[in-house]
Nanobody
Framework: QVRLIESGGGVAQAGVSLRLTCAAS????????MGWFRQAPGKEREFVAA????????YYADSVKGRFTISKDLAKNTVYLQMNSLKPEDTAVYYC?????????????????WGQGTQVTVSS
């Protein structure tokens, strides 16, 4: 059973940085794409960023492009989300997700496993 554990969320003021970590365990196969999504109160879960596990490709939502950076550590089975220049509208629960087969990456339906989420709150 694949487990994804997110950490690194918290409360931050606008303009500062946070780094989220997603540690994967229990895999007996190679993932395809790892992604980050977020869900604000009363809103649908939305795509934030994704990274190919085997290649160097990265993908970002327009709302975070230039501020957030996704990266990976293959040896640690870990994915990171560096969030700079945070804005109050970045406030949400952030989820890590594992896509085993789909070639697309920006829909929740593309992902097979999900973490429990970590809260990020940005105050103005």
């Amino acid at each position: 059973q694949v487990r994804l554990i997110e950490s690194g969320g918290g409360v931050a003021q606008a303009g500062v940085s946070l780094r989220l970590t997603c540690a994967a365990s229990g895999r007996t196969f190679t993932s395809n794409i790892m992604g980050w999504f977020r869900q604000a109160p009363g809103k649908e879960r939305e795509f934030v960023a994704a990274i190919s596990w085997s290649f160097s490709s990265t993908y970002y939502a327009d709302s975070v492009k230039g501020r957030f950076t996704i990266s990976k550590d293959l040896a640690k089975n870990t994915v990171y989300l560096q969030m700079n220049s945070l804005k109050p509208e970045d406030t949400a629960v952030y989820y890590c997700a594992d896509n085993l087969r789909s070639t697309s990456y920006d829909s929740t339906g593309d992902y097979d496993y999900w973490g429990q989420g970590t809260q990020v709150t940005v105050s103005s």
